[in-house]
């Protein structure tokens, strides 16, 4: 599991929960309070995936299925913050 939970005004966190990921990526939100976009990008900085969500906490899952090995990273913005997570496919 990798967390990352930065200092600042924002409380939330997000949290993949397995690296490698599998067909469909499994990601934990926790303490989010606004809209949240969840993008995937490949390491060049192409968006690939894209998302708007409600405030959600809890798991959702993601699809990486059509996502050839390599990395990535998943990056979450809600109000002002954004957080970003690299991962393997």
Known sequence: VITLK?????QWTIKLLSNPVPANMKVLLTGVTENIQLSIMDMNGRKLY????????????????NLPRGTYLLVAE??????TLQFVK
């Open 6 to 10: 930065l200092k600042g005004n924002g």
């Open 50 to 65: 894209s998302n708007s969500q409600a405030a959600i906490n809890g798991q959702l899952s993601l699809p990486a299925a």
């Open 78 to 83: 809600s109000g002002s913050e954004r957080k």
